[in-house]
């Protein structure tokens, strides 16, 4: 297997589900330079994919290679120095407008959770229609807490970000994102700090979410076996400056158990990931090095 | 039927207790008290040493005060005058109202110190440079340009509360995690959501922080600042005053009593604040 040529696809093209029209995203030739005129960090170099309406599209490298920095150009945080990216070919951003403007289409979990403390689960959950005035507070908070109860957080809707366990944090967060009715969603790492049980929970919950709502799903993470268990296709990009490496597609049918983890198929897909990453992996700890010294 | 607990039989829910049940049965409330009497109890013995075994004997610092009985006695003395507790009272209207001042005027301005660099760029630098100086002193210039000594008090005091208030204010809200804002921003939220569904409750602990930290030095300043104007024609006693009054009439024991007052209006004015910054804030409760 040819792993280390770039833009090397695998598998068939992958069929879509039907219903799934919006939410297509096409990255063509990012370029994200960091201080342009001070200490130029290329965080992005000529990076391009085409995500899928409906698509759960995984991103794997190394940390620190510009995984974040990709997503925050999506999501409007941050601009870009060239290149555009497009959301149903609609312009995010491009050339003459370097940042996109944030909006609830493309909705963001944040890695370390970003749940407002101040507000119960069921007050974070409404917060969003409240703010953009699309449903009365009453409204918002009765819908909040059906969607909440959905999720299996029925009970848990009164109580504070501080009062519950980390993994219904981040599946309220979840919750929150969706009542946006997003044609996106933006994952960054949201399972990386939790433990292997709670992780699979987590997994499930979503593959449940996604075979429900089929959003588009973009999902950050350094765990292999979460990205294959998860994604329709897996991207690899290179250590800094992020690149395109690979592309993997996921031909397991949906929807997915966790029983396909212990599958000949399974372990053949890490196996071509690991391969890949691992070289990334490699250069990204080496080039660390250097940085230090 | 439908109480499970009750009907299980091996196993039922402990009795709901009352507040001061729970008080008595708690172990560190009594270790509290133990260390408080333990405290008199070296006091009283080391301040009596020499009366026991003569001059030479003196334990030095403690040797010197009053033991906490006679101390007791000189309160139970005073305790009936009006005086004393009116001391109290004024003190207690200086504390409130340069704190109070300091709280109108203080938030808003840490708050826009926070969020517009315009107003930051032009308030900050004579402010920083205001910062610095000490409330005391102050209080020869206040003296001065305010025309009652009852004012000069109140502005000594509002300014030994306002730059804590407005430092603590400011430091909060500019240090609210940025993926609340962006994660707010994505949902829609427009300049004034942002700030005040986000910066506003982000900056509430900070808040009370401030207020707490500031509601001390508040007492500080007051005290000094009696004691500086010496209350007068004008001014009226107040605990600072009292203190300073003991000691030209030379009575040891209450210039202790009215230190011990201090302590425990200080003590009752931060239990205060703590008890609102909960009500405030629910999310910030511990259970």
């Given at each position: 297997?040819?792993?280390?040529?770039?833009?090397?696809?695998?598998?068939?093209?992958?069929?879509?589900?039907?219903?799934?029209?919006?939410?297509?995203?096409?990255?063509?030739?990012?370029?994200?330079?960091?201080?342009?005129?001070?200490?130029?960090?290329?965080?992005?170099?000529n990076?391009?994919?085409?995500?899928?309406?409906?698509?759960?599209?995984?991103?794997?490298?190394?940390?620190?290679?510009?995984?974040?920095?990709?997503?925050?150009?999506?999501?409007?945080?941050?601009?870009?120095?060239?290149?555009?990216?497009?959301?149903?070919?609609?312009?995010l951003?491009?050339?003459?407008?370097?940042?996109?403007?944030?909006?609830?289409?493309?909705?963001?979990?944040?890695?370390?959770?970003?749940?407002?403390?101040?507000?119960?689960?069921?007050?974070?959950?409404?917060?969003?229609?409240?703010?953009?005035?699309?449903?009365?507070?009453?409204?918002?908070?009765?819908?909040?807490r059906?969607?909440?109860?959905?999720?299996?957080?029925?009970?848990?809707?009164?109580k504070?970000?501080?009062?519950?366990?980390?993994?219904?944090?981040?599946?309220?967060?979840?919750?929150?994102?969706?009542?946006?009715?997003?044609?996106?969603?933006?994952?960054?790492?949201?399972?990386?700090?939790m433990?292997?049980?709670?992780?699979?929970?987590?997994?499930?919950?979503?593959?449940?979410t996604?075979?429900?709502?089929?959003?588009?799903?973009?999902?950050?993470?350094?765990?292999?076996?979460?990205?294959?268990?998860?994604?329709d296709?897996?991207?690899?990009?290179?250590?800094?400056?992020?690149?395109?490496?690979?592309?993997?597609?996921?031909?397991?049918p949906?929807?997915?158990?966790?029983?396909?983890?212990?599958?000949?198929?399974?372990?053949?897909?890490?196996?071509?990931?690991?391969?890949?990453?691992?070289?990334?992996?490699?250069?990204?700890?080496?080039?660390?090095?250097?940085?230090?010294? | 039927?439908?109480?499970?607990?009750?009907?299980?039989?091996t196993?039922?829910?402990?009795?709901?207790?009352?507040?001061?049940?729970?008080?008595?049965?708690?172990?560190?409330?009594?270790?509290?008290?133990?260390?408080?009497?333990?405290?008199?109890?070296?006091?009283?013995?080391g301040?009596?040493?020499?009366?026991w075994?003569?001059?030479?004997?003196?334990?030095?610092?403690?040797?010197?005060?009053?033991?906490?009985?006679?101390?007791?006695?000189?309160?139970?003395?005073?305790?009936?005058?009006?005086g004393?507790?009116?001391?109290?009272?004024?003190?207690?209207?200086?504390?409130?109202a340069?704190?109070?001042?300091?709280?109108?005027?203080?938030?808003?301005?840490?708050?826009?110190?926070?969020?517009n660099?315009?107003?930051?760029?032009?308030?900050?630098?004579?402010?920083?440079?205001?910062?610095?100086?000490?409330?005391?002193?102050?209080?020869?210039?206040?003296?001065?340009f305010?025309?009652?000594?009852?004012?000069?008090?109140?502005?000594?005091?509002?300014?030994?509360?306002?730059?804590t208030?407005?430092?603590?204010?400011?430091g909060?809200?500019?240090?609210i995690?940025?993926?609340?804002?962006r994660?707010?921003?994505?949902?829609?939220?427009?300049?004034?959501?942002?700030?005040?569904?986000?910066?506003?409750?982000?900056?509430?602990?900070?808040?009370?922080?401030?207020?707490?930290?500031?509601?001390?030095?508040?007492?500080?300043?007051?005290?000094?600042?009696?004691?500086?104007?010496?209350?007068?024609?004008?001014?009226?006693?107040?605990?600072?005053?009292?203190?300073?009054?003991?000691?030209?009439?030379?009575?040891?024991?209450?210039?202790?009593?009215?230190?011990?007052?201090?302590?425990?209006?200080?003590?009752?004015?931060?239990?205060?604040?703590?008890?609102v910054?909960?009500?405030?804030?629910?999310?910030?409760?511990?259970?």
């Amino acid at each position: 297997m040819n792993v280390s040529a770039p833009f090397n696809e695998v598998g068939t093209p992958h069929a879509q589900p039907a219903q799934a029209t919006k939410g297509a995203i096409s990255i063509r030739n990012v370029t994200k330079i960091y201080d342009p005129e001070g200490v130029n960090v290329m965080a992005v170099d000529n990076c391009s994919m085409e995500i899928a309406g409906g698509e759960v599209c995984m991103i794997v490298g190394p940390s620190g290679c510009g995984k974040t920095t990709l997503l925050n150009a999506i999501a409007g945080f941050h601009s870009i120095t060239s290149g555009e990216i497009r959301l149903d070919g609609e312009l995010l951003c491009g050339p003459g407008k370097p940042k996109a403007k944030m909006g609830a289409d493309r909705m963001v979990v944040f890695q370390h959770g970003a749940l407002f403390p101040w507000r119960t689960l069921a007050e974070n959950v409404a917060y969003g229609p409240i703010v953009q005035g699309v449903m009365s507070k009453s409204l918002a908070m009765e819908k909040a807490r059906h969607m909440l109860a959905e999720a299996g957080l029925g009970d848990v809707g009164d109580k504070y970000p501080g009062e519950v366990s980390s993994g219904m944090a981040r599946r309220a967060e979840i919750v929150r994102a969706l009542i946006n009715d997003p044609k996106v969603l933006l994952l960054d790492e949201p399972y990386r700090a939790m433990d292997a049980l709670t992780k699979s929970i987590m997994h499930e919950s979503l593959l449940e979410t996604y075979d429900r709502t089929k959003v588009t799903i973009f999902f950050i993470t350094h765990d292999l076996e979460e990205a294959i268990f998860l994604g329709d296709k897996v991207h690899i990009v290179t250590s800094r400056p992020c690149r395109r490496k690979k592309t993997v597609t996921v031909d397991i049918p949906r929807p997915r158990s966790y029983a396909v983890q212990s599958s000949e198929q399974f372990r053949l897909l890490i196996e071509e990931v690991n391969e890949a990453v691992h070289e990334e992996a490699m250069k990204a700890f080496e080039a660390g090095e250097r940085e230090l010294a | 039927m439908t109480d499970v607990a009750q009907t299980s039989g091996t196993y039922t829910l402990p009795r709901r207790r009352s507040k001061l049940e729970k008080l008595i049965q708690n172990v560190s409330f009594w270790r509290g008290v133990t260390a408080i009497a333990v405290f008199l109890g070296m006091w009283e013995v080391g301040s009596r040493i020499d009366e026991w075994f003569g001059e030479a004997y003196t334990v030095p610092f403690v040797g010197l005060i009053p033991p906490p009985s006679a101390v007791f006695l000189a309160w139970l003395e005073i305790a009936p005058s009006a005086g004393y507790w009116m001391s109290w009272v004024e003190s207690f209207k200086r504390v409130l109202a340069g704190f109070i001042v300091a709280m109108i005027v203080g938030i808003p301005f840490g708050l826009a110190l926070a969020v517009n660099k315009y107003f930051r760029a032009l308030f900050f630098p004579p402010f920083e440079i205001l910062r610095p100086i000490p409330p005391l002193a102050w209080v020869p210039a206040s003296l001065i340009f305010w025309p009652t000594n009852e004012m000069s008090i109140a502005f000594v005091t509002f300014l030994g509360a306002f730059f804590t208030v407005v430092i603590n204010v400011l430091g909060g809200a500019r240090t609210i995690d940025i993926r609340y804002l962006r994660a707010a921003q994505s949902m829609g939220a427009n300049q004034w959501d942002l700030f005040s569904k986000i910066i506003l409750p982000g900056t509430l602990p900070s808040i009370f922080t401030g207020a707490a930290v500031g509601m001390g030095i508040t007492w500080e300043v007051v005290l000094a600042a009696e004691m500086i104007s010496g209350g007068g024609t004008q001014g009226g006693g107040g605990l600072g005053f009292f203190i300073w009054n003991s000691y030209m009439g030379g009575s040891l024991e209450q210039i202790i009593v009215g230190m011990i007052s201090i302590g425990i209006a200080g003590y009752l004015s931060s239990s205060t604040i703590r008890a609102v910054g909960e009500w405030f804030m629910p999310w910030k409760r511990m259970f």
